[in-house]
């Protein structure tokens, strides 16, 4: 108990916290928008190897780290239309589809990267971003360290966590992709497409999701491997639900379970000889599950999620 | 009316697959004029106005709108947004609502820009107050939708309508779930704003309130005009020559010695999450040979009733006892199996299952019954031919036995309902607005099984809006308001409407 206590006051940990959540913070919005206009996506662990491999090649290739981030979403929305023209256009099971994208996503990812790289036994290495380092609030005590220290993928995704509530609350866009995912007739009988609103919603989704890949490869690492993105997109899935597609508690379930996850690498080292490691890895996970029970009972979801709707049918 | 037209539709047709909802439907549409659109259920008249507001693509023909200047323009067809763009609003006879949403941004979806950063809520707000003046009709507008009464879901559907600046205005059954005085007000309201210009189509199944406030009548029969006569010179008799093609069915009432209760309920309390969700000391009973009204303008406490009834919601306190015994509240299938037939007011959403066949529908509430199955594993063909049998019986038409019940038109699926409900020789119906949206035949088919029970010596409470209905039906009348029940000892029609607003003694 008390190792736990001293591991919650140290910096580190709640730095680990925020940089472990980021990824997730773009997977979850990324959901929460697909899902909202009533579309799942379960292409999204796909689609994140789509964007860690793609925002990696392109700077390895030489666009530059920005250039990365375009490129990893354009792959991410590439990805995301193919699912939309699926689901939407022709109304196929969501779930296929989804599970269908991911094997695609991902066989094509690691497909290019074995194409370009073929003699590579150890993955070639790329500048990543840097901790942006603001004068003075840096040299803070603990807020300095946790906050200031982050690189600008996470205070881009903190930035989407605003900017996606502010679109989803505030204008008239957000109200037709919520209406469009409760009842897609009300959109259709005010002469708006109920088609154009779902699959750009997918578009835009995808593209966030593939930023959480793009992530891993360019910030939390320096370099793609094989199974690194292992079950974050999935762990989204849950998060959105747990969230009830709000941003806000999107934002909080990703660090709580960025929080558990850098408790769980703590722990290990701290009574690690005791306890087998494995319980230690699977805790946040267990955590994540009792936290979605809670709070999926209470969850309302968009009622016209998973349901396809066909222009001029009953 | 010595107006010019301002809508012409010229040789519409539209076709599902085997069935010709609209064959070559012509039809005027003058400035200033009330249209009303009469036929059976299914006749096509909702297949024609959807044509008319883009959301099906005719087969054939055209749609010509004529501006105030007297040029005649082809209108885009299968376009909502081009129909809309023509000045034609629609209020669909299904609820076209996001129900998350709250009624302000349901009615403002579409109005605004996307690339809009603001929303100019105020302004619009202004703008709805001034309809809401004009057409009378008042809804809260900051409440999501899913909370409101379906009463008032539907004034919010028409001030979505009025909303976008209309000069033709369809009202597909806008009145199905408004009281008598609300439609009245409705189309008081209607008439006036045809002084400025309005030019209004609508349909109902109502003859009282169609020969009262419409101009001029034009009536399908399976997908084919068949008349139009001006209102002046229509009478309930001519009208329903034209539509059925035949007199109506009329019932007749027998007096009959009541029996012993079947249904006692005693000093029932529900306290639900909202007013309209709440019961405070409802007693009642409901005897042999007896049918019980129940009146009272929708959102006061009739679901709550019924489905405490039917033992899907759990009581506060109080009693409900059936044939004398005490039974379990909250427990739908112990109130089945003790003799409860239940005819839901959502038919579509608890009344069938709707991706399921209508042969399974019909045989959903008996499956541990020797008839339709041994040792748990269920008769095909037993059930098929007792689908065969019943859909005879009680005229259910469609598609098939094996085709899914949510494609059956309103009228067909109530009978499938009646059919399931009737064939357990039930002691107690529970009818909850069991003619709503129906056409006057299969009202009169509903009316003529629920006096045919109560021959066979059950008990019905019927639950209806419909004061015509009530009055013509029961034997006893009480009437619901806010939560609470009183027996009417007057049965005329304006002390009966006085009780529903909860003013009279
Ligand atoms: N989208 C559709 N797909 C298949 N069949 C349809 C569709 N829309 C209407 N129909 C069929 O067309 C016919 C006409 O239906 P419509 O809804 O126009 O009748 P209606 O006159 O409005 O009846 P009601 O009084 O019950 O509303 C019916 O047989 C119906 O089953
Ligand atoms: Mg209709």
Request: neutral net charge.
């Amino acid at each position: 108990m008390i190792e736990i206590f001293q591991i919650l006051l140290t910096e580190s940990f709640w730095a680990a916290s925020l940089r472990i959540a980021t990824p997730l913070i773009f997977g979850v919005l990324g959901a929460l928008i697909c899902e909202k206009s009533g579309v799942l996506n379960l292409g999204i662990e796909g689609i994140f190897v789509a964007g860690a491999m793609a925002g990696w090649m392109a700077v390895w290739l030489g666009t530059g780290l920005w250039g990365g981030v375009v490129v990893a979403a354009i792959a991410g929305g590439f990805f995301g239309l193919i699912h939309a023209i699926l689901t939407v256009t022709l109304g196929l099971s969501q779930h296929v589809s989804g599970l269908g994208v991911t094997l695609f996503a991902t066989s094509v990812s690691y497909f290019s990267y074995r194409t370009a790289l073929p003699k590579v036994s150890s993955p070639p290495r790329i500048e990543p971003f840097r901790p942006l380092e603001i004068p003075i609030l840096s040299e803070l005590p603990f807020i300095g360290t946790v906050l200031f220290q982050q690189t600008a993928l996470t205070w881009l995704a903190l930035f989407m966590v605003g900017l996606v509530w502010y679109v989803m609350n505030r204008t008239g866009l957000g109200v037709a992709i919520k209406a469009v995912g409760d009842n897609p007739n009300s959109v259709d009988a005010q002469g708006l497409s109920v088609y154009g609103l779902r699959i750009g919603a997918i578009v835009v989704g995808s593209a966030l999701m593939a930023l959480g890949g793009a992530f891993l490869t360019m910030s939390a690492f320096d370099a793609f491997f094989f199974g690194m993105v292992n079950g974050r997109g999935w762990i989204c899935i849950a998060l959105v639900i747990f969230a009830s597609w709000k941003p806000g508690k999107a934002l909080l379930g990703a660090l709580l379970f960025g929080a558990f996850d850098a408790l769980q690498v703590r722990m290990q080292t701290e009574v690690g000889a005791k306890v087998p490691s494995q319980v230690f890895l699977a805790a946040p996970y267990v955590l994540s599950i009792v936290a979605l029970v809670i709070a999926a009972r209470r969850a309302e979801y968009p009622r016209a999620l998973l349901t396809p709707w066909f222009k001029g049918q009953r | 009316m010595t107006s010019s037209p301002v809508l012409i539709l010229d040789g519409l047709s539209k076709s599902f697959g085997s069935v010709r909802a609209a064959d070559a439907i012509s039809l005027k549409l003058f400035t200033g004029e009330v249209l009303a659109l009469l036929g059976e259920n299914g006749a096509g008249k909702t297949t024609l106005m959807n044509m008319l507001f883009g959301h099906y693509m005719p087969d054939s023909g055209k749609i010509e709108i004529i501006d105030g200047s007297g040029h005649a323009k082809p209108l885009q067809l299968g376009n909502p947004q081009a129909s809309i763009a023509a000045g034609i609003g629609m209020v669909h006879q299904h609820f076209t609502l996001a129900e998350n949403l709250d009624a302000l941004d349901n009615i403002m979806l579409g109005s605004e820009s996307f690339i809009h950063l603001r929303r100019n809520k105020s302004q619009a707000i202004r703008k709805i107050q001034k309809i809401m003046n004009d057409s009378g009709l008042v809804a809260p507008m900051d409440v999501a939708v899913g909370r409101l009464t379906v009463g008032e879901r539907q004034r919010v559907e028409i001030l979505k309508a009025l909303y976008q600046d209309v000069n033709i205005l369809v009202l597909d059954e806008p009145t199905a779930v408004l009281t008598p005085q609300e439609a009245d007000k409705l189309f008081e309201n209607i008439t006036a704003m045809t002084k400025n210009g309005l030019s209004v189509i609508f349909i109902s199944h109502k003859l009282r309130e169609v020969l009262a406030f419409s101009n001029r009548i034009a009536v399908l029969r399976h997908g084919r005009k068949v008349g139009e006569i001006s209102s002046k010179e229509a009478n309930e008799r001519k009208i329903a020559r034209l539509m059925v093609g035949e007199e109506t069915k009329v019932f007749s009432k027998k007096e009959l010695q009541v029996g012993e209760p079947v249904l006692e309920v005693d000093n029932l309390t529900i306290s639900g999450s909202s007013k309209r969700e709440s019961l405070s000391n409802i007693s009642l009973s409901v005897n042999k040979h007896e049918i019980l009204g129940i009146a009272g303008i929708s959102g006061n406490g009739q679901t709550v009733l019924a489905n405490a009834i039917s033992g899907l919601v759990k009581s506060s306190s109080g009693k409900i006892k059936i044939d004398g015994k005490n039974i379990l509240t909250n427990d739908p299938s112990n109130i089945i199996q003790a003799g409860v037939g239940r005819i839901p007011e959502d038919r579509h959403k608890d009344g069938i299952v709707g991706q399921m066949s209508v042969a399974e529908n019909m045989i959903i509430e008996d499956l541990n019954d020797g008839k339709v199955q041994s040792r748990g594993l269920l008769n095909h063909e037993a059930i098929m031919r007792h689908c065969s049998n019943l859909s005879s019986k009680y005229d259910v038409r469609g598609p098939g036995p094996n085709a899914s019940a949510r494609l059956l038109s309103g009228g067909n699926i109530q009978k499938l309902i009646l059919a399931r409900v009737f064939e357990a020789s039930p002691k107690l119906i529970l009818a909850n607005q069991p003619t709503r949206g129906l056409d006057m035949g299969a009202a009169a088919d509903v009316a003529n099984r629920l006096l045919e029970a109560r021959q066979r010596g059950s008990g019905v409470i019927l639950i209806s809006e419909d004061l015509d209905e009530i009055l013509s039906l029961s034997d006893r009348i009480m009437v619901i308001y806010d939560g609470k029940l009183r027996m009417a000892e007057t049965h005329d029609r304006e002390t009966l409407g006085l009780m529903m607003a909860g003013e009279a003694a």
